[in-house]
């Protein structure tokens, strides 16, 4: 199993309570699931953990909260982007502020256009 879906449940929650995420999709990326905000992610859960992002902004802010570190599984780190263990998506207090920032992130971007569907040949 790619991620914990008890992980994500616990993630989907926290958006719900956090306020209305609009034009909501959940999609599998990264070998985990993504949730996203008009084709923009926001966060998502992968194997042993979870991921925000929160943009270069708050990045800052968001390492400076307990066990958040950049996000490293890519082999590069990507600014904007931070990760957590397992441990870390235990603590309500830290998810609560990982999925405001990340949240906050969101709303200043632009909706990403559908994606047309591809021809029959």
Same mark, same amino acid.
């Given at each position: 199993?790619?991620?914990?879906? &008890? ?15 609009? &034009? ?98």
């Amino acid at each position: 199993m790619p991620y914990d879906e &008890g992980h994500a449940t616990v993630m989907r929650d926290d958006l719900m309570a956090a306020g209305e995420l609009p &034009g909501h999709e959940e999609k599998r990326m990264f070998g985990g699931l993504c949730f996203l905000s008009f084709g923009n992610m926001v966060c998502g859960v992968h194997k042993g953990g979870g991921m925000y992002r929160v943009g270069p902004d708050r990045y800052e802010t968001a390492l400076a909260l307990p066990g958040v570190k950049e996000l490293g599984f890519t082999g590069r780190p990507m600014k904007g982007m931070v990760e957590v263990d397992e441990d870390v998506l235990a603590d309500d207090d830290t998810r609560q502020k990982l999925t405001e920032l990340a949240m906050a992130f969101a709303a200043t971007l632009p909706p990403k256009p559908a994606k047309k569907p591809k021809a029959k040949s």
